[in-house]
């Protein structure tokens, strides 16, 4: 892009896609940013002349994981994440960022940003010595020039994940050594990028090192850091022209995007890439830090909006098979890209302050995110669907991916996600709470926690009790050292209606859906904040206007019975292929606007697997009747009834459970009115 070019679409206010106003309307309610003065301890707000965010991530290790999500990074460090390097070759000691011959570019960073921030939240020993091995040879091994990493590749891209590594590392730590590597790391960069700049992914996923530099630039005021990340931005794919401009409304295919075997990606395909677009949703709020200019400020909005207009899925995420794939629900999304389109919105919603960002990231946590993995976490898929009826070897209707595409193994497909797909839960816990920049702190999204930090030099402590998100009441007791006065920011969900909140058992005013509550008062030790949310039984309309149902953030599928077959051992793992057992192709039974139902609730133990097959804590009982004109097709759920259809079969009882706990399932259903169907039950 020329810099004319650059400097048309920076300036440029308006749209050349039309974007439904029920869409505009989920990203509003956000938090402002104010002059105040900061005053939580470890927490390095943006150095001027950067913009100044509305939240501050809080340190490695300022918040730990109880209860359930406890259970859940002991779940996955006792599986691939914890045991990966074992056997894996592109993680042995081969591996060229241990100083070996083997692999020496992505994977071992890959590995390494979901690995360190789970090694710190468990304090397992075990795996920060392995961590530490890694990092240690990174900083130990700098080139005199500046450069970090194996010598025999120089791409930018890894390091770009690598300085995140680093980053982590030292908020947990404080190592001294990190900060001077960096420094130095960014001077060799700056002074090389005129003449190796940007290509390939380093060029369409620049934002990642944007995050570094700030990160940096907030610890030492370096001007030249600056520099480089205008250099950076001047250097990279324009992801907010694209969005601006927005052409990709349809699903790709490899004819169209030019893909030819054994070249690489022509730039419409790495523009309509998968995780490319995961990476890019946080580039405008970044970008933002540096130009202040209020287009880039709503760039982020308005991506997330395109993208769920024309290829939304119902676990809020959008579809890439590896690329842009429409809105069918037997299309499929890859895990690398639900791993990393939650931290961009973790990191969207620290500059921004955008509620709805939130629920989006509690959507694709909840649902997407453990629905990729077995339920002991050894094994994983490169694509999921929300109407998944088999998954199994063969062709599917992806974009471009390859057939082994959805079954549960090592590394199905292709091996990024196997290194990458380490980092949703750790980074996930700890973004649950932010510092504000009124000096405070706020709940950016809900589970069983505890944060420790100090606000005025007075250390304070913060204890959340919930079963969320399966039930919808939620306690935060406070334990200052001794009182404190601080504002606290409460998110409260868009589908939670009525909320309450209540204060010391007295009912707090003003709480509305959608957007953040603020408490400011002198807290005490012993102070307790009661939050309820309603997590009613809705329905939501979805492709072909058919019926995806949730429950509070937690979407619920029809759980297909499953038989699973053991293809081939890998290592310690090994690859399966899941196989229905029972008829799949049902729809939904509606009265009206009612969708009659039955809940079943247990309350979650603390040791409970809450995502597993026999560990999800509820259910749902709906009517439904299956549709016989709807077929399997290719290894998937052939094209979804247009609702709401006629007919239909006997009337059924259906059993719902938590997307991620069903395997097999139907996510979005047909619609069959009652008045339509027979009325004779089974």
Not at 177 to 206: C, H, S, T
Request: proline share 7%; net charge neutral.
């Amino acid at each position: 892009m020329s810099d004319r070019s650059r400097r048309s679409f920076l300036k440029s206010l308006g749209t050349a896609a039309a974007i439904s106003a029920s869409n505009m309307r989920a990203f509003s309610g956000a938090l402002t940013e104010t002059s105040a003065s900061f005053a939580v301890s470890n927490v390095f707000p943006n150095c001027p002349p950067l913009a100044k965010s509305v939240f501050y991530p809080f340190p490695l290790g300022a918040i730990r994981p109880k209860g359930w999500l406890l259970e859940q990074l002991r779940v996955q460090a006792q599986g691939l994440s914890g045991h990966l390097d074992e056997f894996w070759p592109d993680l042995s000691i081969e591996s060229g960022w241990l100083g070996g011959p083997g692999e020496s570019w992505e994977r071992g960073p890959y590995f390494l940003d979901g690995l360190v921030p789970l090694a710190h939240l468990l304090q397992d020993h075990t795996l920060l010595a392995k961590a530490n091995k890694w990092i240690d040879w990174t900083l130990q091994n700098q080139a005199s020039t500046g450069m970090i990493g194996p010598s025999k590749n120089d791409d930018w891209w890894p390091r770009m994940v690598m300085l995140k590594v680093l980053t982590q590392h030292e908020e947990a730590t404080g190592d001294p050594r990190v900060i001077p590597a960096m420094q130095r790391y960014f001077a060799y960069q700056l002074g090389e990028l005129a003449n190796r700049p940007l290509r390939d992914w380093g060029k369409y996923r620049w934002q990642d090192e944007l995050l570094s530099i700030v990160w940096h630039y907030n610890r030492t005021g370096d001007p030249d850091l600056r520099h480089l990340a205008h250099l950076l931005h001047l250097q990279g794919y324009g992801w907010r022209s694209q969005f601006d401009n927005f052409q990709y409304t349809k699903r790709a295919s490899a004819k169209e995007l030019g893909l030819q075997e054994g070249k690489p990606l022509p730039e419409i395909a790495m523009q309509t890439h998968g995780v490319n677009n995961a990476m890019a949703v946080k580039s405008s709020a970044l970008w933002w830090l540096f130009s202040n200019d209020p287009s880039d400020r709503g760039g982020v909005e308005r991506q997330l909006a395109l993208l769920d207009l024309y290829h939304g899925m119902p676990t809020g995420m959008f579809s890439a098979d590896e690329h842009y794939a429409g809105k069918n629900p037997s299309q499929g999304v890859e895990l690398c890209a639900v791993v990393e389109n939650m931290f961009s919105l973790e990191c969207a919603i620290a500059v921004l302050g955008t509620p709805a960002m939130g629920d989006q990231l509690e959507r694709i946590a909840f649902n997407a995110l453990p629905g990729a993995f077995t339920d002991d976490m050894w094994a994983h898929q490169y694509d999921q669907q929300p109407n998944q009826i088999e998954c199994t070897e063969g062709q599917r209707p992806w974009t471009t991916n390859g057939p082994e595409s959805n079954l549960f193994g090592l590394e199905p497909n292709f091996g990024c996600c196997t290194a990458n797909m380490h980092q949703g839960w750790p980074k996930f816990t700890s973004h649950l709470w932010m510092a504000t920049a009124q000096g405070g702190i706020a709940a950016i999204a809900y589970a069983p926690s505890e944060l420790r930090t100090q606000i005025a030099s007075v250390p304070v402590r913060v204890e959340e009790e919930t079963a969320y998100p399966f039930e919808g009441e939620i306690r935060l007791t406070f334990r200052p050292a001794h009182p404190v006065r601080f504002p606290l920011a409460l998110r409260i969900p868009r589908w939670a209606e009525p909320p309450a909140a209540y204060l010391n058992g007295k009912a707090i005013k003003n709480v509305r859906a959608g957007e953040f509550t603020t408490v400011t008062r002198e807290w005490k030790p012993g102070d307790q904040v009661q939050l309820t949310f309603p997590m009613k039984v809705r329905t939501e309309r979805s492709y072909n206007n058919s019926l995806v149902v949730r429950r509070g953030p937690i979407l619920f599928s029809l759980d297909v019975e499953t038989e699973w077959k053991k293809l081939r051992t890998r290592g310690m793992t090994a690859d399966w292929e899941a196989r229905p057992t029972s008829a799949w192709n049902y729809g939904l039974l509606t009265n009206g606007s009612e969708l009659p139902h039955t809940e079943k609730v247990r309350v979650a133990n603390a040791g409970d697997s809450v995502f597993s097959h026999k560990g999800a804590p509820v259910s749902l009982e709906l009517r439904g009747a299956k549709i016989p004109e709807w077929k399997a097709a290719d290894g998937v759920a052939g094209e979804l009834p247009q609702s709401p259809v006629s007919g239909g079969g006997l009337e059924t009882a259906l059993t719902l459970v938590p997307y991620a706990a069903a395997k097999l399932r139907v996510t979005a259903f047909p619609e069959i009115e009652r008045s339509r169907s027979t009325t004779k039950k089974s």
